[in-house]
C-alpha cells in the first residue's frame, strides 16, 4: 500500500504491506481455533485417547506462532523523502538511509525466468538499497511510476 504526502521539503511516500486482517482479527482467530482444537482433543482423552492432548497443544502453539510471526511482518514500513537535493528512505526498524539525488539510479530489475516480483534499488557508485521488498507487484509498478514522475532517474534491466 502506498501513501502520498507532500510537506515543505518534498514529497514523502509510505510503504506498507497490504495486511487482511488486524491484530485483533488474527488474536480472535488464534483464540477460536484454539478452542476448537482443544475441545475436540478433550473428548478424545475422556473417551481414553489421551495421547491426542500434546499433539492438539503443539498443533495450536506452531499455528499461534505462525499467525503471529506473519501478522508482525505486515506491521512493517518504509518512508521515501524526496527533496531537491536528496532521497532519505527511513524503515520501520529506525534505519535511515540519505542519498545525493544527483548520484542516484533507481534500478528496476524484473526476473524474466523465474517468475519472482520485480526488485527496485536505489543504487549509487558506492552503496545500494532495496525498498519495497514488501510490495507486491501491482504497488511496485505503481511505485515505480510515482519515483519516475517525480524525476528520479531509473534504469532497467529489460528494455524491451
Not at 10 to 21: F, K, T, Y
Not at 30 to 49: C, H, L, Q, R, Y
Request: proline residues 2%; contains cysteine; glycine residues 4%.
Amino acid at each position: 500500500m502506498l501513501e502520498t504526502s507532500t510537506s515543505e521539503h518534498g514529497v514523502i511516500i509510505r510503504l506498507q504491506p497490504n495486511r487482511s486482517a488486524t491484530w485483533a482479527q488474527t488474536k480472535f482467530l488464534m483464540w477460536s481455533f484454539a478452542i476448537f482444537v482443544s475441545s475436540i482433543a478433550t473428548a478424545w482423552a475422556f473417551v481414553g485417547a489421551w495421547v491426542v492432548l500434546p499433539f492438539a497443544g503443539a498443533e495450536v502453539s506452531a499455528l499461534i506462532l505462525i499467525m503471529y510471526l506473519v501478522s508482525r511482518a505486515t506491521y512493517q514500513w518504509q518512508s521515501i523523502e524526496l527533496t531537491e537535493e536528496q532521497i532519505k528512505v527511513e524503515n520501520s526498524k529506525r534505519a535511515a538511509v540519505t542519498f545525493l539525488r544527483s548520484a542516484t539510479h533507481l534500478y528496476f530489475y524484473e526476473d524474466v525466468s523465474h517468475g519472482r516480483l520485480p526488485r527496485l534499488v536505489f543504487k549509487t557508485t558506492s552503496h545500494m538499497y532495496e525498498i519495497g521488498d514488501f510490495l507486491n507487484e501491482t504497488d511496485k509498478a505503481e511505485l515505480l511510476k510515482l519515483l519516475q514522475n517525480h524525476g528520479v532517474i531509473v534504469c532497467k534491466n529489460k528494455w524491451w
